[in-house]
């Protein structure tokens, strides 16, 4: 199986495996919001991560926990680093 993707035969995402993606969230937003403390971000993702905890399809989780955590960034008046 291919880390961070989900199982062929069960379809859901290894826990392992969901946990280094969700490590990869924090890498890819903390160099899109260089200006914001690595912890800081490592706490939003976290908590965007436990709000799904009991959803029993865990595919998409690692992309919604992004989704939401780089909102929450952005709601602190925090702006996201371009790259070209």
Known sequence: MIAGA?????G????SDEEQAVHA???RL????PQLERE???TVV???HHELD???IRDF???????????????TGAQPVRFS
């Open 30 to 33: 903390a160099g899109r919001f």
């Open 46 to 48: 976290h908590e965007a």
């Open 12 to 15: 859901r995402m290894a826990t």
């Open 54 to 56: 009991g959803n029993p």
């Open 61 to 75: 989780v690692p992309v919604l926990v992004e989704h939401e955590a780089r909102e929450r960034l952005q709601a």
């Open 6 to 10: 989900p199982d062929p035969q069960t």
């Open 25 to 27: 969230v924090i890498d």
């Open 40 to 42: 800081d971000i490592a």
